[in-house]
């Protein structure tokens, strides 16, 4: 069962176009004290880490074009205020589609 809400120790914003797995994603960061923020969009996203602050890291889903994930996170590593902001991509594309897009993705986004 998840941690309640006062024993959260951080916050990500989850950026996925599929409600459901929006909440999903949301709902198993609980599990490890971690606020999930939903966002359906690259502009929901920029608007919600403007008004949380204290968002610590982004789930990004790359896949979807309304997303638009790749955008976000070249926005995230471009902005001085945002550059702190630690990037997990996600993608249900097979692999070298995976891997065409995370070439365009800047090197700092990438963890070996």
Known sequence: MPPSASRVSSSF????????????????????????????SRNDALAAI?????IEGAIVDIDNRDVDGIQLINDLKAAE??????VIVHTIQSRQNGRDRRRRLP???IQP
């Open 13 to 40: 914003v989850v950026v996925e176009s599929a409600e459901s797995v929006r909440e999903a994603l949301c709902y198993s960061l609980l599990s490890f004290g971690i606020k999930g923020v939903p966002a359906a």
């Open 50 to 54: 403007r008004t949380h602050t204290e």
């Open 81 to 86: 205020n945002t550059r702190r902001i630690a």
């Open 107 to 109: 090197s700092e986004a």
